[in-house]
C-alpha cells in the first residue's frame, strides 16, 4: 500500500504548480478523452482499435470485487484525477448486477458480508430510491476508492472526474451521490471538486433520487451523455404507480370522490380507475420478487456474507442528470445501422465518440471561455486530438511549445523538432496559424511533428483559463497548453 501512494506522489507532484484547472460545463474535449479513458477497459483489440487518452496516465487498477466491478484511477499534469467504473462484462456475475433491479431506499445500510455494513446516504427524502445491483457495485468499489481520493489529496489533486460508461455509467451516478454526501458530512474536504459524466448509462433510481442528484450537481458539474439510438439509456424498464406521485395530488382521493357518485357513475368510474391503477401494482410487486427476492439468492451465492436489503415499493425509474443527447443522422445510420443481432450496435465507445466529435454545442453549453487573461508568453502542449498514438509516444523527448507576442504581433516555437516563426494573426478570441511561417528543416523521426503543425492549421480560436490555453476548432478543443 505504501509504494502505491509513493508511486501515486511522484506521478502527480509535477503537476501541482497548475493549481486547480477543473471547470463547470460540458467540455466536449474533456468528455472524448473521458472516452478514451473508459475504453481501456476493453480486450486488447478493443483497446488497441480505439484512440488512446493523451491528456491522463493510469496510475492504478483494482482487484476484481464485488458483482465483477473494476475501476482506474487516472491523473494528468494539471491535477486532475480520473476515476474510471468499468461498465458490463461477458461475466454473468456482472450481468447479475444489472437485473437485480429492484430499488432500495437512498439511504441506510447494506450487509455486504459477515463483518461488513456499508453505512450509505445518496439523498434525503425517505421517498428517494435508487437500482439494488448498482448500489452494490458502489459499496464495494468505494472501500477501494475512499484511500484514494485521500491519497490523491494529500499529493495536491483537488479535482476529481468520475467517469462510467454502461454499467459503469449507472454506478458513477450513486458514486457520485455517496461521495458528495460524505463530503457534507466532513468526511472528504471541501475543497475536493468533484465532476461527473455518466456515458450510455441506465438510469439509476426514482424520480426523488433524480431530484436531489440534479440539485446537488447543477450548474454545470454533472452530465448525461446519451445516443438517443442506444437502448440502454431506456432500461431498466419503468412502472409508475399512484404510489409515486407527490403527496399531494389528485389521484389519492380519487376513491373517496368515486364513493360519492350515484351508483352507475360509481360503477364505472371504480372500474376504470381499478383498470388503470391495479395492473401497474401488480406489475411493480412482480417486478420486486422477481428482480429483487429471487436476484438476491443468486447474489448470496457470489458475495459471501451478502444480506438481501428491505426493498423499497416502487419502480418507478427516471432519466437522471443534465443530459447531453447524441443525435444520429443519415450518415451516422450508414455507418452505425440498426441491427436485431448487434444489439450494442449504437452503445460502444465507437458510436459515441463518433456522435461526440459531430456534435455542435450552444455558447452557454461550452466550457471554453476567455477570461480576460494574456496570450503573451510560452506555452507548453500538453493534450492534442486525434492520433491514436499516445501523447508521450509522440513527444518522447520534447513536447512542442509556442511563445507569443501581442506587443509585436509575432509567434514563433517549435514543433519537438524544428523551430518556427511567423506573423501573428488574432482578432479577440479568434486566432488563425494559416499564414506561412519560416522553419528550421532538420529531419524528424515519428509523427509528432507532422501531427502537431496539421492540427495548428485547423485552429481558428482559442481561449486562456487560468495556466491553461486551449486552441479550438469551430467548438472543439484541439489542442491543450500549459504556461511555461
Known sequence: MKRIITTLVCLVLPGLVFGQSLKPGFDKAEYIELLKVSAQFGDSTYVNSFPAPQQFKRVYRSPVVGLDNMWDLWTSPQSVAVLSIRGTTANSVSWLSNFYAAMVPAKGSLQISDTENFQYELASSPKAAVHVGWLVSTAFLAKDILPKIDSCYRAGIKDVIIMGHSQGGGIAFLLTSYLRNLQKQSRIPADVQFKTYCSAGPKPGNLYYAYEYEAATQNGWAYNVVNAADWVPEVPFTIQTINDVNTTNPFKGAPAMIKKQKLPQRIVLNYIYNSLSKPALKAQQNYQKYLGRLASKTVQKNIKGYVAPNYFSSNDYVRTGATIVLLGDSEYFKKYPDSEEKIFAHHFHPPYLYLTEKLSLSPNQMQSSNTGQSLDGTWELNYISGPKIAFDGLY?????????????????????????????????????????????????????????????????????????????????????????
Open 396 to 484: 518522447p523527448e520534447k513536447k512542442p511549445s509556442i511563445t507569443f507576442n501581442t506587443a509585436t504581433q509575432r509567434v514563433n516555437g517549435s514543433t519537438s523538432c524544428n523551430s518556427f516563426n511567423g506573423k501573428l494573426v488574432v482578432d479577440g478570441p479568434k486566432i488563425s496559424f494559416s499564414e506561412p511561417m519560416a522553419m528550421t528543416r532538420m529531419m524528424c523521426p515519428g509523427e509528432g511533428e507532422q501531427t502537431f503543425l496539421n492540427t495548428l492549421k485547423t485552429v481558428n480560436r482559442y481561449s486562456v483559463n487560468d495556466n491553461t490555453l486551449t486552441l479550438i476548432m469551430g467548438d472543439i478543443a484541439v489542442m491543450r497548453f500549459v504556461r511555461k
